[in-house]
C-alpha cells in the first residue's frame, strides 16, 4: 500500500508540473521566428503512425504533402484545363505544342535540407520511384495512356519528358508535373544500376518483359517500404518528430521561399474518426482542415468558433444513384426517367450534403460548374428532370409498371422495391438514401435502404452485379476522359486496353451498370458512348467539345445514373492566428495549405 | 517435480497447443472475410485524385505484401513463422513486420489499461470490504449504489463524459493523445509530465468503469467469508479489528485474482472507443484499420496476441492460485 501511495504521489506530481508548466518548448531552429505554430489535419489520411517512415509512398508515411513532401508543380483546380499548375520543384516548363514532350526547368536556388542542391539528377532519379510505385505518365502497363517515352538530363538543372505517341493523352504534362521529388543521395541506392535498362526492356512483350515488370514492381515494395535515416525535404519544413497523437514539423531553412514562409512549426493532429475533427474544429484549435462532413448543429458549432471561417471552391466531383441495367424494371429507360422526376434533388442535398454539395441541375455526366464550358449551349438542351410526380407516374406507365391501391407494381403485377445500398460510414450517402426512400415511399414506390458493412465489401459486391441501385461518383473532372468513364468505363462494360476499346457483356470483368453497347441519341443518332469516351483521352480541348456534348446527352436521355449532387470543396480555416487565406472559389482550394505557404500567402495575424 | 512445477508443465503445454489452434483458425477466418480491399484501395486513389492505371499500378505494388501462392503455401509459411516470432509484413503499413506494428501499438493500450485496471482493483476491493462490513448502514448504501451505477454505465458513456466535462467544458486535461508534441522525448519532467497528464483522462475512464465490478464482486466475496467460522473465532478471541479486517479480505480476494487475472489478459483488446474518445492510437483501432484494410498478416497477428495473452493470463493465474491459496498449492481441490 506504501509503494502504491508513492506511485500516485508520483503520478500526481508529474500530472501537476505537466498542468502548471502550461508552456511548450520551441524546437523551432529555423529563422525568422515569432512565425509562430500551425496547426492542422492531414484529412486524406486519418491516423498517424509513430513509427512509420518519412516516405510519401508509404501509406502511413510521415511525409505531408506540400510541407515536407514536394511535387515538381502542383495543379491548379481548373474547371477544365488539366495542365495548369503552380510551380513546385520546378520553377517553370514548357509544354510542345503537339503535347509530344515537357521540359522542366528546377527551381535556381532549390535546395535540400541538408542543404545540398536540387538537381537533374534528383528529378531523374524520382521519376525512377514514380515507374517502381504507381504513375500516370511514368506507367509499367503497356501502351498506357500519356506514358513517358524518354527522360532526358539536358543540364544540371533542366529535364527534358518525352511522350510515347502511339497512345498519347492530353494529360501527359500533368502526368509528369505531378510527381514526387526526392533526393538521389538518400533515395538513389534503391534503383539498381541497370534500372533504366530493365526500364526500357519491360516496355516489350513476352516472358522477358514481364519478368521485368515484376522485378520493378519488387523495387516499389522496397520504395514504399524505405526508411530514410532522417528526413531530408526540399519543402518548406521537415519533419521533427512524430508520436501517436501529433506530428511536428520545423521550417526548413533552406527553402527557396524561405523568407515568405510564415510559420515557425507546423503541427498535425491525429484522428481516427470525424468526431475528433469536429471537435478540434469547434474549440478552434485548427488554423486550417480539409473538408470533414458534420451534421447541421455541429457545423452550427464549428462555425460559431471564434475566428472561424468556411471558403468553399470547385470540387470536380458528383455523386449519382446509378442502375444495374441487368435487373428489371431498371432496364427500361422510362422507369430511370420515372424515378429522376420523382426524386427531389433539392431536398435530397439538403438532407445528406448542406454544405459539401449543390443540388445537380439535372444529369450531363459532368459537374455543373465546368458543364457550361464544356458543353455550352447543348446544356440547356438537356432535360433538367425537375421534381414532377405526374411525369414520373407518365414514364412509368410508358414502363408499363402498374398502379394498384396506390402503389406502383412491375407489369406481371407482383411488388416493386427499390432496394438501395451503401457501405457503413459514408454517412451522406446513407442519409441521402434513407431520404429518397422517404420520397418514393411517399409517392406509392416501395423502397429500403440496405447497408453493408464495408467499403470493400460494398466494391465487390457491386462489381459482382448484386445490386439493383448503387451510389457511384462520377464526373472526376477536370481531364475529359476521367469525367466520362465513370459512367462508360469498365463499370459499364468497355475496357480500354493500349488505346484498343472492347466491350464486355453485362456481368463480366467488372460490367455491373449493363448498359447498351450502342445508344440511340436525339439529334445525334448512334453512338457507342465507351468508343467516345476513349478518344477523350488524345483530344484536345476543342476536339473533345463535340464528343462531350454528345456524351452529355447520351447520359441525360439514357441515364445510366441520376446525378443527385455536385460536390463543393469546402475547407475550414481559422483566423485568429494566421491570416492571407486564398479567396472563395480560388484555384488553390484543393492544395494543402503547405502550398498557400510555400506561395507566400499565409501571414502571421499581427 | 513439485506440484507447482507439474501444473505449470501442463499448462504451458496445453497454452502452446490452444496457440496453434488459434492461429490456424484466425488464419483460415480472416482470409474468408468478404470484400475487395483492392478495388477499395484504387477507388480511394482515384478519389484523391489519381489515374485509374496509376492507382492500379499503386495498388498492386501495396498489396503485394500480401503473401502469394496457395493459401496451403501460405499456411505452411505461416505456422513455420511463428516459431520464429514473424508473423509476416503488414499491407496497411507498407511491409513493416506485424511483430514491430502490434509492438508500437501494444504500448498505448498496455499503459493505461493496465493502469486503469489496476487503479480500480486496489479501489474496488478496498471499498468493497467496506461496504460488506457496513452494509447495514449509510456508507455501505452509498458503496454498494455507486458500483451499481458505474457498473451500468458503458465505457464510452463514460469516457465521452469525461471528455466533455475535464477537456470542454472546464478545460483542464488533454483528450488529444498520449503527448505534447512540443516536449522533447526522454527522461524530462516537461514529457514525463505530459505523459501523466494526457493518461489521466483514459485511466479515469477505465478504472471508473471497472470500479463497479469490482466493489460489487469483492462486497458479495467478503459478506460469504464473514459468515465463516473462523472469522467468528477470530472475533471470540478478541482479536484487534484490523487483523479480523486482515483475514476477512486475504480470503475474501482469491476469486477476485482470477478475475483480475483474466482481466488483465482481455487487456490486450483494447478498448476502441476510450482509444478513439482520447486518440490513443492503440490495439483496438489498429484491429479496426486492419480489418478495413484486409491486412490479413496484421489482423491474423493482433488476434493471435489477444489469444495469447488470455492463455497467458489463465496460466498465470492458476499459477498465483497455488502460491496465495495453501490448500491449492498441497494439491486439494478448490471451488471458487
Same mark, same amino acid.
Given at each position: 500500500?506504501?509503494?502504491?501511495?508513492?506511485?500516485?504521489? #508520483?503520478?500526481? %506530481?508529474?500530472?501537476?508540473?505537466?498542468?502548471?508548466?502550461?508552456? $511548450?518548448?520551441?524546437?523551432?531552429?529555423?529563422?525568422?521566428?515569432?512565425?509562430?505554430?500551425?496547426?492542422?489535419?492531414?484529412?486524406?489520411?486519418?491516423?498517424?503512425?509513430?513509427?512509420?517512415?518519412?516516405?510519401?509512398?508509404?501509406?502511413?508515411?510521415?511525409?505531408?504533402?506540400?510541407?515536407?513532401?514536394?511535387?515538381?508543380?502542383?495543379?491548379?483546380?481548373?474547371?477544365?484545363?488539366?495542365?495548369?499548375?503552380?510551380?513546385?520543384?520546378?520553377?517553370?516548363?514548357?509544354?510542345?505544342?503537339?503535347?509530344?514532350?515537357?521540359?522542366?526547368?528546377?527551381?535556381?536556388?532549390?535546395? /535540400?535540407?541538408?542543404?545540398?542542391?536540387?538537381?537533374?539528377?534528383?528529378?531523374? @532519379?524520382?521519376?525512377?520511384?514514380?515507374?517502381?510505385?504507381?504513375?500516370?505518365?511514368?506507367?509499367?502497363?503497356?501502351?498506357?495512356?500519356?506514358?513517358?517515352?524518354?527522360?532526358?538530363?539536358?543540364?544540371?538543372?533542366?529535364?527534358?519528358?518525352?511522350?510515347?505517341?502511339?497512345?498519347?493523352?492530353?494529360?501527359?504534362?500533368?502526368?509528369?508535373?505531378?510527381?514526387?521529388?526526392?533526393?538521389?543521395?538518400?533515395?538513389?541506392?534503391?534503383?539498381? !544500376?541497370?534500372?533504366?535498362?530493365?526500364?526500357?526492356?519491360?516496355?516489350?512483350?513476352?516472358?522477358?518483359?514481364?519478368? =521485368?515488370?515484376?522485378?520493378?514492381?519488387?523495387?516499389?515494395?522496397?520504395?514504399?517500404?524505405?526508411?530514410?535515416?532522417?528526413?531530408?525535404?526540399?519543402?518548406?519544413?521537415?519533419?521533427?518528430?512524430?508520436?501517436?497523437?501529433?506530428? %511536428?514539423?520545423?521550417?526548413?531553412?533552406?527553402?527557396?521561399?524561405?523568407?515568405?514562409?510564415?510559420?515557425?512549426?507546423?503541427?498535425?493532429?491525429?484522428?481516427?474518426?470525424?468526431?475528433?475533427? /469536429?471537435?478540434? %474544429?469547434?474549440?478552434?484549435?485548427?488554423?486550417?482542415?480539409?473538408?470533414?462532413?458534420?451534421?447541421?448543429?455541429?457545423?452550427?458549432?464549428?462555425?460559431?468558433?471564434?475566428?472561424?471561417?468556411?471558403?468553399?471552391?470547385?470540387?470536380?466531383? !458528383?455523386?449519382?444513384?446509378?442502375?444495374?441495367?441487368?435487373?428489371?424494371?431498371?432496364?427500361?429507360?422510362?422507369?430511370? +426517367?420515372?424515378?429522376?422526376?420523382?426524386?427531389?434533388?433539392?431536398?435530397?442535398?439538403?438532407?445528406?450534403?448542406?454544405?459539401?454539395?449543390?443540388?445537380?441541375?439535372?444529369?450531363? *455526366?459532368?459537374?455543373?460548374?465546368?458543364?457550361?464550358?464544356?458543353?455550352?449551349?447543348?446544356?440547356?438542351?438537356?432535360?433538367?428532370?425537375?421534381?414532377? &410526380?405526374?411525369?414520373?407516374?407518365?414514364?412509368?406507365?410508358?414502363?408499363?409498371?402498374?398502379?394498384? =391501391?396506390?402503389?406502383?407494381?412491375?407489369? =406481371?403485377?407482383?411488388?416493386?422495391?427499390?432496394? @438501395?445500398?451503401?457501405?457503413?460510414?459514408?454517412?451522406?450517402?446513407?442519409?441521402?438514401?434513407?431520404?429518397?426512400?422517404?420520397?418514393?415511399?411517399?409517392?406509392?414506390?416501395?423502397?429500403?435502404?440496405?447497408?453493408?458493412?464495408?467499403?470493400?465489401?460494398?466494391?465487390?459486391?457491386?462489381? !459482382?452485379?448484386?445490386?439493383?441501385?448503387?451510389? /457511384?461518383?462520377?464526373?472526376?473532372?477536370?481531364?475529359?476522359?476521367?469525367?466520362?468513364?465513370?459512367?462508360?468505363?469498365?463499370?459499364?462494360?468497355?475496357?480500354? &486496353?493500349?488505346?484498343?476499346?472492347?466491350?464486355?457483356?453485362?456481368?463480366?470483368?467488372?460490367?455491373?451498370?449493363? *448498359?447498351?453497347?450502342?445508344?440511340?441519341?436525339?439529334?445525334?443518332?448512334?453512338?457507342?458512348?465507351?468508343?467516345?469516351?476513349?478518344?477523350?483521352?488524345?483530344?484536345?480541348?476543342?476536339?473533345?467539345?463535340?464528343?462531350?456534348?454528345?456524351?452529355?446527352?447520351?447520359?441525360?436521355?439514357?441515364?445510366?445514373?441520376?446525378?443527385?449532387?455536385?460536390?463543393?470543396?469546402?475547407?475550414?480555416?481559422? $483566423?485568429?492566428?494566421?491570416?492571407?487565406?486564398?479567396?472563395?472559389?480560388?484555384?488553390?482550394?484543393?492544395?494543402?495549405?503547405?502550398?498557400? @505557404?510555400?506561395?507566400?500567402?499565409?501571414?502571421?495575424?499581427? | @517435480?513439485?506440484?507447482?512445477?507439474?501444473?505449470?508443465?501442463?499448462?504451458?503445454?496445453?497454452?502452446?497447443?490452444?496457440?496453434?489452434?488459434?492461429?490456424?483458425?484466425?488464419?483460415?477466418?480472416?482470409?474468408?472475410?468478404?470484400?475487395?480491399?483492392?478495388?477499395?484501395?484504387?477507388?480511394?486513389?482515384?478519389?484523391?485524385?489519381?489515374?485509374?492505371?496509376?492507382?492500379?499500378?499503386?495498388?498492386?505494388?501495396?498489396?503485394?505484401?500480401?503473401? +502469394?501462392?496457395?493459401? /496451403?503455401?501460405?499456411?505452411?509459411?505461416?505456422?513455420?513463422?511463428?516459431?520464429?516470432?514473424?508473423?509476416?509484413?503488414?499491407?496497411?503499413?507498407?511491409?513493416?513486420? &506485424?511483430?514491430?506494428?502490434?509492438?508500437?501499438?501494444?504500448?498505448?493500450?498496455?499503459?493505461?489499461?493496465?493502469?486503469?485496471?489496476?487503479?480500480?482493483?486496489?479501489?474496488?476491493?478496498?471499498?468493497?470490504?467496506?461496504?460488506?462490513?457496513?452494509?447495514?448502514?449509510?456508507?455501505?448504501?452509498?458503496?454498494?449504489?455507486?458500483?451499481?451505477?458505474?457498473?451500468?454505465?458503458?465505457?464510452?458513456?463514460?469516457?465521452?463524459?469525461?471528455?466533455?466535462?475535464?477537456?470542454?467544458?472546464?478545460?483542464?486535461?488533454?483528450?488529444?493523445?498520449?503527448?505534447?508534441?512540443?516536449?522533447?522525448?526522454?527522461?524530462?519532467?516537461?514529457? #514525463?509530465?505530459?505523459?501523466?497528464?494526457?493518461?489521466?483522462?483514459?485511466?479515469?475512464?477505465?478504472?471508473?468503469?471497472?470500479?463497479?465490478?469490482?466493489?460489487?464482486?469483492?462486497?458479495?466475496?467478503?459478506?460469504?467469508?464473514?459468515?465463516?467460522?473462523?472469522?467468528?473465532?477470530?472475533?471470540?478471541?478478541?482479536?484487534?479489528?484490523?487483523?479480523?479486517?486482515?483475514?476477512?479480505?486475504?480470503?475474501?480476494?482469491?476469486?477476485?485474482?482470477?478475475?483480475?487475472?483474466?482481466?488483465?489478459?482481455?487487456?490486450?483488446?483494447?478498448?476502441?472507443?476510450?482509444?478513439?474518445?482520447?486518440?490513443?492510437?492503440?490495439? *483496438?483501432?489498429?484491429?479496426?484499420?486492419?480489418?478495413?484494410?484486409?491486412?490479413?498478416?496484421?489482423?491474423?497477428?493482433?488476434?493471435?496476441?489477444?489469444?495469447?495473452?488470455?492463455?497467458?493470463?489463465?496460466?498465470?493465474?492458476?499459477?498465483?492460485?497455488?502460491?496465495?491459496?495453501?490448500?491449492?498449492?498441497?494439491?486439494?481441490? &478448490?471451488?471458487?
Amino acid at each position: 500500500m506504501k509503494r502504491l501511495a508513492a506511485v500516485v504521489a #508520483l503520478a500526481s %506530481l508529474a500530472t501537476a508540473t505537466a498542468a502548471c508548466s502550461g508552456g $511548450t518548448t520551441n524546437t523551432s531552429g529555423g529563422p525568422g521566428g515569432g512565425g509562430g505554430l500551425f496547426t492542422t489535419i492531414d484529412v486524406s489520411r486519418p491516423g498517424l503512425d509513430a513509427s512509420a517512415p518519412a516516405n510519401i509512398w508509404n501509406p502511413k508515411g510521415n511525409s505531408f504533402i506540400g510541407y515536407n513532401a514536394m511535387k515538381l508543380g502542383w495543379v491548379k483546380n481548373s474547371l477544365t484545363d488539366p495542365n495548369q499548375f503552380y510551380p513546385g520543384i520546378a520553377a517553370k516548363w514548357e509544354i510542345a505544342p503537339d503535347n509530344s514532350s515537357i521540359t522542366l526547368h528546377i527551381q535556381p536556388n532549390a535546395k /535540400w535540407s541538408d542543404g545540398k542542391p536540387v538537381t537533374a539528377e534528383d528529378v531523374k @532519379m524520382s521519376i525512377g520511384l514514380a515507374y517502381t510505385t504507381g504513375s500516370t505518365a511514368f506507367a509499367l502497363t503497356p501502351g498506357a495512356a500519356g506514358a513517358a517515352a524518354d527522360v532526358q538530363i539536358v543540364d544540371d538543372k533542366t529535364v527534358k519528358v518525352t511522350q510515347d505517341m502511339a497512345n498519347p493523352s492530353s494529360k501527359f504534362a500533368r502526368g509528369v508535373i505531378d510527381n514526387w521529388v526526392e533526393p538521389a543521395h538518400i533515395w538513389g541506392s534503391l534503383l539498381p !544500376a541497370d534500372f533504366w535498362e530493365k526500364l526500357k526492356a519491360s516496355r516489350g512483350t513476352g516472358a522477358t518483359a514481364d519478368k =521485368d515488370r515484376e522485378e520493378i514492381l519488387a523495387i516499389g515494395q522496397k520504395v514504399l517500404a524505405f526508411a530514410p535515416p532522417k528526413d531530408v525535404s526540399a519543402g518548406p519544413f521537415t519533419l521533427e518528430r512524430v508520436n501517436p497523437g501529433e506530428a %511536428l514539423l520545423v521550417k526548413n531553412k533552406y527553402f527557396y521561399n524561405a523568407a515568405n514562409v510564415t510559420p515557425d512549426q507546423v503541427k498535425f493532429l491525429n484522428y481516427s474518426g470525424n468526431e475528433q475533427v /469536429w471537435n478540434y %474544429l469547434s474549440a478552434g484549435k485548427l488554423d486550417h482542415s480539409g473538408f470533414t462532413a458534420a451534421p447541421t448543429d455541429v457545423m452550427t458549432r464549428i462555425k460559431n468558433a471564434p475566428g472561424s471561417e468556411i471558403i468553399k471552391g470547385f470540387s470536380p466531383v !458528383a455523386v449519382g444513384m446509378a442502375f444495374n441495367q441487368s435487373k428489371k424494371p431498371y432496364d427500361n429507360v422510362h422507369v430511370r +426517367r420515372g424515378l429522376a422526376y420523382l426524386i427531389d434533388r433539392a431536398q435530397v442535398t439538403k438532407v445528406a450534403s448542406p454544405e459539401g454539395g449543390t443540388p445537380a441541375l439535372t444529369t450531363s *455526366g459532368i459537374h455543373q460548374k465546368p458543364a457550361q464550358e464544356w458543353i455550352g449551349p447543348e446544356l440547356s438542351k438537356l432535360n433538367p428532370y425537375p421534381h414532377d &410526380v405526374a411525369k414520373a407516374a407518365a414514364e412509368f406507365k410508358e414502363a408499363g409498371l402498374r398502379q394498384k =391501391d396506390g402503389k406502383w407494381t412491375l407489369p =406481371d403485377g407482383s411488388p416493386w422495391t427499390v432496394t @438501395m445500398t451503401a457501405p457503413s460510414g459514408f454517412s451522406d450517402w446513407i442519409s441521402a438514401q434513407e431520404n429518397i426512400k422517404s420520397q418514393l415511399i411517399e409517392n406509392g414506390v416501395n423502397a429500403e435502404v440496405v447497408t453493408v458493412a464495408d467499403y470493400p465489401i460494398y466494391l465487390e459486391e457491386l462489381a !459482382a452485379g448484386k445490386y439493383d441501385v448503387g451510389f /457511384w461518383l462520377m464526373a472526376l473532372g477536370p481531364a475529359p476522359y476521367d469525367i466520362f468513364q465513370r459512367l462508360y468505363g469498365t463499370p459499364n462494360g468497355w475496357t480500354n &486496353v493500349a488505346g484498343k476499346v472492347t466491350h464486355n457483356a453485362p456481368g463480366k470483368a467488372g460490367n455491373w451498370m449493363g *448498359g447498351p453497347e450502342e445508344l440511340d441519341v436525339q439529334g445525334v443518332g448512334k453512338i457507342n458512348p465507351g468508343e467516345l469516351t476513349a478518344k477523350l483521352n488524345a483530344a484536345s480541348p476543342e476536339e473533345a467539345k463535340p464528343i462531350m456534348a454528345q456524351l452529355a446527352m447520351a447520359a441525360n436521355q439514357d441515364l445510366p445514373a441520376i446525378q443527385l449532387w455536385d460536390y463543393v470543396n469546402t475547407q475550414f480555416v481559422n $483566423t485568429s492566428r494566421f491570416t492571407g487565406w486564398p479567396a472563395q472559389d480560388s484555384d488553390l482550394l484543393r492544395l494543402p495549405a503547405g502550398v498557400w @505557404m510555400q506561395l507566400g500567402m499565409i501571414k502571421k495575424k499581427q | @517435480m513439485g506440484v507447482i512445477a507439474r501444473r505449470l508443465a501442463g499448462h504451458l503445454a496445453r497454452g502452446i497447443v490452444m496457440i496453434l489452434v488459434v492461429a490456424t483458425i484466425s488464419f483460415f477466418i480472416v482470409r474468408s472475410i468478404p470484400g475487395d480491399p483492392v478495388a477499395a484501395n484504387v477507388q480511394k486513389l482515384i478519389q484523391q485524385g489519381m489515374d485509374p492505371v496509376a492507382a492500379e499500378q499503386a495498388t498492386r505494388v501495396l498489396y503485394g505484401f500480401q503473401p +502469394r501462392g496457395t493459401l /496451403w503455401h501460405q499456411y505452411i509459411d505461416y505456422m513455420s513463422g511463428l516459431f520464429t516470432f514473424n508473423l509476416g509484413q503488414s499491407v496497411s503499413h507498407a511491409g513493416q513486420p &506485424v511483430t514491430q506494428v502490434l509492438g508500437e501499438a501494444a504500448k498505448w493500450t498496455v499503459l493505461p489499461v493496465l493502469a486503469g485496471t489496476l487503479l480500480s482493483f486496489l479501489v474496488g476491493i478496498v471499498l468493497g470490504v467496506y461496504a460488506a462490513i457496513k452494509r447495514s448502514g449509510k456508507l455501505g448504501d452509498v458503496l454498494a449504489i455507486s458500483g451499481s451505477l458505474l457498473h451500468g454505465v458503458p465505457q464510452y458513456v463514460l469516457g465521452l463524459l469525461l471528455s466533455a466535462v475535464f477537456a470542454t467544458l472546464i478545460p483542464i486535461l488533454p483528450a488529444d493523445g498520449p503527448v505534447d508534441i512540443l516536449y522533447e522525448p526522454g527522461f524530462n519532467a516537461g514529457y #514525463l509530465g505530459s505523459l501523466a497528464q494526457h493518461a489521466v483522462l483514459p485511466v479515469a475512464t477505465y478504472a471508473l468503469a471497472a470500479y463497479g465490478g469490482w466493489i460489487l464482486a469483492m462486497k458479495s466475496s467478503v459478506v460469504t467469508v464473514l459468515g465463516d467460522d473462523f472469522i467468528l473465532a477470530a472475533e471470540l478471541r478478541g482479536m484487534k479489528r484490523s487483523i479480523v479486517f486482515r483475514y476477512i479480505a486475504r480470503n475474501a480476494i482469491l476469486p477476485l485474482f482470477t478475475i483480475l487475472a483474466l482481466s488483465l489478459g482481455l487487456l490486450l483488446g483494447g478498448a476502441v472507443f476510450i482509444e478513439r474518445i482520447f486518440n490513443y492510437p492503440g490495439l *483496438g483501432l489498429l484491429l479496426l484499420d486492419s480489418i478495413t484494410m484486409r491486412d490479413y498478416a496484421l489482423m491474423g497477428g493482433a488476434f493471435l496476441l489477444i489469444t495469447a495473452a488470455i492463455i497467458v493470463a489463465n496460466i498465470l493465474a492458476d499459477l498465483f492460485y497455488s502460491v496465495i491459496d495453501p490448500r491449492v498449492r498441497g494439491g486439494e481441490e &478448490v471451488s471458487t
